[in-house]
């Protein structure tokens, strides 16, 4: 059965961290690219940041540049996102999705995702 989940996610107030995890169960992470996303209320989706071995990276959005920190654990099948001096912006739920050899960005202009997550929620408030 193949499955990505994503975990980590709580409330944090303004300048705390967070680090996401998004494990995959039947299939191997290290042939895809990992892309994250997020969505806030109201908004769109958008992507955050992108992993891949097959054309480096990571790659992030512009805002989270210098805060966040993808990275991968291929002997986990887990990839991580580190978010550091979080801020209220970052409110949102935060979903990963994989997909299979494809140039990271594709996170960015689409499609992307063979699989995705069911979410995890991020709240940076005061």
């Known amino acids: 059965q193949v499955d990505v989940v994503e975990s980590g996610g709580g409330s944090v107030q303004p300048g705390g961290s967070l680090t996401l995890l998004c494990a995959a169960s039947?299939?191997?992470?290290?042939?895809?690219?990992i892309g994250w996303f997020r969505q806030a209320p109201g908004k769109e989706r958008e992507g955050v940041s992108c992993?891949?071995?097959?054309?480096?990276?990571?790659y992030y959005l512009d805002s989270v540049k210098g805060r966040f920190t993808a990275s991968r654990d291929n002997a986990k099948n887990t990839v991580y996102l580190q978010m550091n001096s979080l801020k209220p912006e970052d409110t949102a739920v935060y979903y990963c999705?994989?997909?299979?050899?494809?140039?990271?960005?594709?996170?960015?202009?689409?499609?992307?995702?063979?699989?995705w997550g069911q979410g995890t929620q991020v709240t940076v408030s005061s």
């Open positions: 039947g299939f191997r992470l290290d042939y895809y690219a």
């Open positions: 992993i891949s071995s097959s054309d480096g990276g990571p």
């Open positions: 999705a994989a997909s299979f050899r494809l140039e990271c960005s594709r996170v960015w202009v689409g499609p992307f995702g063979d699989y």
